[in-house]
């Protein structure tokens, strides 16, 4: 079992930062693909950025430009840095861990809220 605990949402002024990180237990990490995840009240889980085991990275047209994923292998932790935050942006944040079509684990999610 794979678990997933994110951390570092809050509620941030529009223009702001935040970084959230996501800490997974385990031995898959370094050999699976790490993403971020976004569902706001009434809208569908969306894509924010993924990650690749080889560290190859892709956004959502939405945030490109403005938010970075990474991952730290040695800690087996996968960031998000987000910068100039918009209102648009208040959502619940998911992890998110896939290994081919072994594993798909999600983490409990953090509230990020972007004020205007």
């Known amino acids: 079992q794979v678990q997933l605990v994110e951390s570092g949402g809050g509620l941030v002024q529009a223009g702001g930062s935040l970084r959230l990180s996501c800490a997974a237990s385990?031995?898959?990490?370094?050999?699976?693909?790490m993403g971020w995840y976004r569902q706001a009240p009434g809208k569908q889980r969306e894509l924010v950025a993924a990650?690749?085991?080889?560290?190859?990275?892709n956004y959502a047209d939405s945030v490109k430009g403005r938010f970075t994923i990474s991952r730290d292998n040695a800690k087996n932790t996968v960031y998000l840095q987000m910068n100039s935050l918009k209102p648009e942006d208040t959502s619940v944040y998911y992890c998110?861990?896939?290994?081919?079509?072994?594993?798909?684990?999600w983490g409990q999610g953090t509230q990020v809220t972007v004020s205007s």
């Open positions: 998110n861990l896939r290994l081919g079509t072994s594993r798909n684990d």
């Open positions: 385990g031995s898959i990490f370094k050999i699976s693909a």
């Open positions: 990650i690749t085991a080889g560290g190859s990275t």
